[in-house]
Structures are given as C-alpha cells and as structure tokens.
C-alpha cells in the first residue's frame, strides 16, 4: 500500500513568541519540516498540516493514511499530547509516542515517579509548587531547579544550579513565576553526560551509539552542563564523542535503564534519553519523546550517521518502525 503521509508541524507555543528562545526553536522546526518533507516525498505523497485551532479540518480534508509528527503542541501543560490525542479521535495513525507517554514525559515530575515504580534510577527530587515548602532532608546540595513541564533548555541556566537554600528558594520564587507550576527541585549529578537514542518497538529496539557531552571548553558563565546558552551558544565548545568512550559494563547498565525508562513510560518508535554518570551510576534525567530531528544539528541524526544511518535513511527508518508497530 502506497501511504500517503501528513507532515504536521507547529510554530513556537504562545506563551514564548518574542523570547530568544522561541526564535532558535522556530528556525529549528522550519529547517526540520523543509528537510523531512524533501525526503518523505521522494517515495509518499506528503501533504504539510499546520497546527493551531483549525487542525481537525485540515487533517478531515487531507485523508492521510499516517501522520508524522513534529509538533510539541499548541499550549498549556499537556500540549505534546494534544494532536496525538485529536489523530487517536480521528482514527488516524500516526508515528512516535502516544498521548499518555508524551504527556509523561513532559511533565518531568510526574514521570520521576513512573521510573520510581520501576527502578529506573534517576536524581532524588522534591516537587515545589510554593516557596514556602520545606526542603526534604535527603536533598543534598548542589541542587538543580528546573521548570516540570518543560524542554529544548527552556529555563536551565547557570543559576539553576543552586547551592544552599537562599538561592534555591530565589530560584524556585523565579521559575514559579516564568513557568508553569510546578519546579522540580533535583540532586544536581556531578559526573559525565551521556544522551542516548532509541528506535524501535517491543524486542527489537535500536540503541544508537551513545553520545558524550563534555563541557569542560565552554565559557564558566554560561555554566558547565547543557543550560540554553550552552545549547545555543556553546556548538564549538561542546565537546563531543560519539560512540562515547566508556567501559562495557557502564554501557550496559546505561543500556538497561535507558530501555527501562522507555518502557516505563511506554514510549513508542523513537525517544532520546539524557543521562548523567556519578560512581558508575547511570542517572536517567529525562526522556525526550519527541526528540530533536534537524538535520546536521540535533543530537539523533549524528548518532544515527555514527551507525552508519544517513539522514534520509534514518527519515525512512522511523516511518517503517511506526508503520511495522501500527500493522502488528
Ligand atoms: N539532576 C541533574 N543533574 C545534573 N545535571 C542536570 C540535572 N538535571 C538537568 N541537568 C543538566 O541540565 C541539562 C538540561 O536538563 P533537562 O534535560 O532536564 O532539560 P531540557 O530542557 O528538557 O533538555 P532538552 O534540551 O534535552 O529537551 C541536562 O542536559 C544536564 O546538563
Ligand atoms: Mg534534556
């Protein structure tokens, strides 16, 4: 059967159009639909759906067989699962995870106490939804306050490392009042960084080769982990290695909790995993569900290329592993 496939992509959400931050994302997605459309349409007939509220009836009128999704949502806390959910209404399949697993893995806090449940092992946390809310006595410092429902950097900087309680509570008032409630307060790792792509479904999951973050080049101001000026500034100084130097035994224990973490959540098709080391312990910090595709930039395409999967092959790869998922 010949598919015909609807690319559906979104602007920046809302809340974020002026900010630096919404224009990088936005040159990031405009490059990334350009790209996979060019591929996709050497073999499907492809149609472009924008999302925003007259999604439904472009998607109605387009009779598309199976949507390939690029789209974080429009707005509001559970905004990646909200054209999954309208494409589940549809009865349209469609390619990555579903609305359960993306609303998870947005909500960092929420899915901290998933991976709980099933050891997979991640920084100890407390959930603050106030400033006034006593921190926990297993918390040890240095701590880091990041907004819950976030991603792509937005709100980690420099000073979201914090180091006794005045700033934490400084830090915790400040992202209260940016971000959507709540702050997940988390033990602040102090090891190697490692991200780690997967593609794949049930037995036959795909483990890309590890790839190494090492910020050791990058300007002390912008802080030495992955912070949004780091992310977007610091390309040159980053270094990294990919496949990661690392001990077999470190490989597999990573492998085993990164996989862990997926089925955890029930991720499906393709998911990226950042990861933290500290004594030989693999730290899950988050899985991205719907991760970063532009080509030459984002983190999954060069670790692909390290397998020797060029880009347009691994476009084909995701919609094949979708398209075996979705036939059973
Ligand atoms: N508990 C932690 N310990 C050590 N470093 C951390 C921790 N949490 C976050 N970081 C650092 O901050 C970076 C960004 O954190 P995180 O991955 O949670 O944010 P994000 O905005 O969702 O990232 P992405 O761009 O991958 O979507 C991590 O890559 C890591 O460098
Ligand atoms: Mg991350």
């Known amino acids: ?44 007939n492809v149609e472009k759906i924008l999302v925003d509220e007259k999604t439904i009836e472009r998607l109605l009128k ?5 949507a390939f999704l690029l789209t974080t949502g429009i707005r509001g806390e559970s905004r990646q699962s909200q054209i999954p959910a309208v494409l589940e209404m549809l009865g349209i399949p469609y390619i990555g995870s579903g609305v359960l697993a993306h609303a998870l893995a947005l909500n960092k806090a929420v899915a901290k106490k998933v991976f709980d449940y ?5 920084p100890s946390f407390q959930i603050f939804y106030g400033v006034e809310e006593k921190l926990d006595s297993v918390m040890k410092f240095p701590l880091i306050a990041k907004p819950a429902c976030e991603g792509s950097g937005f709100g980690i900087h420099k000073d979201s490392v914090v180091h006794n309680e005045m700033e934490l509570k400084k830090k915790v008032e400040s992202l209260l009042k940016e971000y959507e409630p709540p702050v997940l ?3 602040f790792i ?38 949004f000026e780091v992310k977007t500034k610091c390309g040159d100084e980053t270094k990294v290695f990919c496949p990661a130097p690392i001990t077999s035994e470190l490989e597999k224990t990573m492998k085993e909790n990164v996989l862990k ?13 950042d990861i933290r080391v500290k004594d ?15 080509p ?24 094949d592993t979708a398209i075996e998922r979705i036939k059973g």
């Open 280 to 294: 030989d312990k693999p730290y899950v910090i988050e899985i991205n569900s719907l991760p970063g595709l532009e």
């Open 261 to 273: 973490a997926f089925d955890a959540l029930g991720c499906r098709d393709i998911s990226r995993v």
């Open 296 to 319: 030459l930039y984002s983190d999954l395409p060069k670790m692909a290329e390290k397998a020797g999967i060029a880009y347009d092959q691994l476009i084909f790869k995701i919609v």
């Open 1 to 44: 059967m010949s598919y015909k496939i609807g690319l559906i992509y979104d602007r920046p959400h809302v809340e974020y159009k002026e900010t630096e931050e919404a224009k990088h994302v936005d040159h990031q997605k405009e490059v990334t639909k350009d790209e996979i459309y060019k591929i996709l349409n050497t073999k499907y």
């Open 190 to 227: 102090e090891g190697r960084e490692f991200t780690v792509g997967i593609i794949g479904n049930g037995k036959n999951k795909m483990i890309l080769p590890i790839m190494e973050l090492n910020f050791d080049d990058v300007p002390e101001k912008y802080g030495r982990f992955n912070t």
């Open 185 to 187: 307060v988390e033990e």
């Open 62 to 66: 387009s009779e598309i067989d199976l």
């Open 118 to 122: 099933h050891d997979v092992t991640t």
